[in-house]
């Protein structure tokens, strides 16, 4: 038995001659939190609009448990939960009400909708809500029960489109505790913009840029290119620039206002003990001394980068 | 068949949470029992005045064309307004997305939207239907002709139904849509003002030209597969702009 969920291959969108998604491609294996990261534009939700059967390809397939969404869409519909940018609540509906219409609708039973609804609601933390009107109901609530009618029917892949947008912190650490408890029996797709939220929650991760995906791997990989080869040394008393560079495997150091910026070669190890021990017997007076850690926007410059030299 | 019932039903609950179907129902009950009353008295001023047998008819056939004719007026102001938020409003608030990314296939998406109106419909109908019978007490209805213009409206406002949805998945404005579903209803009205010749197309497609028929007490099958024609058109349209919707995005 196989426990690929999810297949896309050469998955391409164009719009006119502009090409908003090109080969992409991926798996998702039965209980894997898959990330898709990627800067505004870049083309993640257009993907998530395809994978769930709402944007027909221009070319490529997508097979749900090995359904193919475009020619059995009703079967591999029946499969995902998708929770798209905009949660889409009926305002005038309350939330019991809007909660049973999707379980209905995605096939849940009859007399087993109440209970659907109930185990929906207290995962998501609406036990309360559900007689409020959907169109009452703070940003928060609203993603909520978004993801509340995403879960509902226990499809075997969820989609989650930017699921922690617009909500607290407090909320945010719940919906992401309620995410990785989802990958244990369902699979995941995240789309997000925050990279923190990808290594908390994922168990692999794809970025995608310009609509190509440039890195796909386990969360792993991802740290050992976000690994930089920079320090952020403070100085009070900093000596000459030449005495730092002396440093076995220090290559570069420039000034960043108070602080200075070490880049050592790659694979140099023992850089920041050598730095700090230097520190000590020269008294230049140490109080900081951090690995200068790549921003997200760093990350993408070298994954695209890479991608070019290629 | 199941999935059309979920969203008929969804239909119906959001039309009955809204103002708008009260409304609607309240007023069109309002006016079509003041032009009732009055029908009534017409008849009887009309009848005091024909004291010869072959110059009386019976008051199903004077009263009641008369009141259904009104009837199938006020729809065709009423039903663009319920039909304009059907797929517009779901376009503009972004839940068809939850539609389409539901195990429903777009022929009963909107087969399921259609249903719910029509139940509406049927119920503005029977309420009609209620008030027209109830004089009955007073005088023997001619039965078969009666439930023929109930039908006739019912078809009729089944087709209004049809075309507002059509228009509804054009835009992203519900607005929009009631405007040109009420401009379209009433060009298929008159239409057959601008044919001098009586065998002209032109005639067979205006509406009133079908529902005419039904008021008046004759029933055929012409009329019959018009508005089946008429009603299986616009859906197939329908169907088919929201699938342009999936393709083109």
Known sequence: MTTVTV??????????????????????????VLGFLGPNGAGKSTTMKMLTGNLAPTAGTVKICGIDILENPKAAKALIGYLPETPP?????????????SARIHGVARNKVKRAVDVAKERTGLTDMGRRLCENLSTGYQQRVGIAQAIIHSPMVVVLDEPTRGLDPIQIRDIRALIKELGGEH?????????????????????????????SGAIKELERNRQSDRLLVGLRRPPAKESLLALPGVVEVAQDGDLLRVRFAEGAEGVAEAIAQAAVGGGWGLYQLTPDVASLEDVFVHLTHREEQA | MKMILTIAGKELRSMFSSP?????????????????????GQYFEAMQGSMLPEQRIGFTAFVMPGVYGVAVLVLMTAVPLLTMRQIAEERKNHTLVFLFSSPASL??????????LVAFISVVTLMLFAMTLSMNVATDL????LLLCAFGLWLMAASFASLGLFMSSLTQQPIIAAILS???LLALFIIDKFSVDPESVLNYLSLMRHFE????????TTDIAYFALFITTFLVLTVRRLDADRLRG
């Open chain 1, 7 to 32: 297949e896309a291959t050469d998955l391409t969108r164009a719009y006119g001659s502009h090409v908003v998604v090109s080969d992409v491609n991926f798996n998702l294996n039965k209980g894997e």
């Open chain 1, 89 to 101: 609540l009926y305002r005038e509906l309350t939330v019991d009400e809007m909660l049973a219409l």
């Open chain 1, 187 to 215: 699979s995941v797709i995240l789309s997000t913009h925050i990279l923190p939220e990808v290594e908390m929650v994922c168990d692999r991760v794809q970025i995608i840029h310009q609509g190509k995906m440039v890195f």
């Open chain 2, 20 to 40: 708008m179907a009260w409304v609607i129902l309240a007023l069109l009950q309002l006016l079509l029992a003041l032009f009732f009353t009055s029908s009534v």
């Open chain 2, 107 to 116: 022929f009963e998406i909107v087969l399921g939207k259609f249903v719910g």
């Open chain 2, 142 to 145: 001619d039965l078969g002709h």
């Open chain 2, 182 to 184: 009420f401009i379209a």
């Open chain 2, 213 to 220: 028929p039904m008021a008046g007490g004759e029933l055929n």
